[in-house]
């Protein structure tokens, strides 16, 4: 495509990443990738029919939403215990994770993203309550999606057993 050279052109990715800054559509979009991994999955590994892959998604997505806030909590209340209790150690952790952070902001773009997300979470919190909850925040959804994808397989087969009988 042919553009004059005082004109940029703006590819879809570009919208998309802007898209992407804001805290529910990065939810959204991480849901729906993580219940297509393990739609795809289940596809593969198992002999679960279309319409129970589908109702197994379903779930999957609402544990995945639930997963974000619910980590945050857990996060937040093992951190301020860590901090109120034992604050060398709530230290600790918030050191090795900011470390850890470090390591990973190699990825372009993501990096401001991540600092930005991590300044808000943490923000009136102490050093291990703000690194946990953050963490938790994270990683809640793939955890709870991943034991959902896990466990659903288990309950549909019930399903089966009784059409048999």
Avoid: C, W
């Amino acid at each position: 495509m042919y553009l004059p050279s005082n004109q940029k052109q703006r590819f879809a990715f570009d919208g998309l990443k802007d898209l992407y800054e804001i805290e529910l559509v990065q939810d959204i979009i991480e849901t729906l990738i993580g219940s297509g991994l393990v739609a795809g999955t289940q596809a593969v590994t198992t002999d679960m029919s279309a319409e129970d892959i589908g109702k197994a998604s379903l779930i999957g997505m609402g544990f995945g939403f639930a997963g974000r806030p619910l980590g945050r909590s857990v996060g937040s209340n093992i951190g301020r215990h860590l901090d109120t209790h034992n604050p060398k150690t709530g230290q600790a952790v918030s050191d090795n994770y900011n470390q850890a952070r470090q390591f990973f902001n190699f990825v372009p773009g993501k990096k401001d993203m991540n600092n930005k997300q991590y300044e808000t979470s943490t923000k009136g919190k102490g050093p291990a309550e703000g690194a946990l909850s953050y963490l938790g925040r994270q990683q809640g959804d793939m955890i709870l999606q991943t034991a959902a994808g896990l466990v659903t397989p288990h309950l549909f087969a019930g399903s089966e057993l009784e059409e048999l009988i």
